[in-house]
């Protein structure tokens, strides 16, 4: 059966365009003997979340309308390494192949496969190093005596919080009147309940 093909090009700018990377996608497909079903092109920043082109392919691979992506370059795909990891997560739970010119990725080889499993870990690890950052920075923060996190709610609220709640009015509404937010209100309801 002869497999089909989606091909997603992109450029950075205006003045830039696809059809390198078109034209050598489309001789791996005819030297693969896959048929191109279709070609998502679209012109945005690698930074854009804005990238249609992109969530339209990625709705089609849903739909199976295609068996593999070509893409002439990682880069062209994601944002990120978390951003790729989870595209590749996607289609590898679609059961849709990767193709990367640039990186000779294949994931309907084991070769392929393999790599792309590789590249989720160094992915987790990232996020993993990202959080120990974070919370080490949190804790410096603290050390310093520097508040994290938005400021502590007034007395003046606080305390017109409990007036309404004695007055048996519900949390979204005391929220919705004094706008603040939801959690603040369920944190002294809770304070009242536990001290009365």
Request: proline fraction near 2%.
């Amino acid at each position: 059966m002869t497999r089909r093909a989606a091909i997603y090009a992109r450029v950075s700018t205006s003045d830039q365009n696809t059809e390198n990377q078109l034209i050598r996608l489309r001789e791996v497909a005819a030297r693969a003997g896959w048929t191109i079903a279709h070609i998502y092109t679209e012109t945005a920043s690698g930074a854009s979340r804005a990238r249609p082109a992109l969530d339209a392919m990625m709705a089609d691979a849903a739909r199976r309308r295609f068996d593999v992506v070509m893409a002439w370059d990682v880069s062209r795909l994601g944002r990120s390494l978390r951003d790729l990891v989870d595209i590749f997560e996607t289609l590898r739970a679609l059961k849709v192949d990767l193709f990367l010119e640039q990186q000779a990725l294949d994931t309907s080889t084991p070769a392929g496969r393999a790599l792309l499993q590789m590249s989720g870990v160094f992915a987790e690890f990232e996020r993993a190093m990202i959080v120990e950052r974070t919370k080490a920075g949190l804790a410096r923060a603290r050390a310093k005596g520097v508040h994290c996190g938005r400021p502590p709610a007034s007395d003046g609220l606080v305390d017109a919080i409990r007036a309404l709640r004695e007055q048996r009015v519900g949390m979204d509404r005391i929220a919705r009147e004094l706008r603040c937010g939801k959690g603040l209100v369920q944190r002294v309801c809770q304070e009242m309940a536990n001290a009365g």
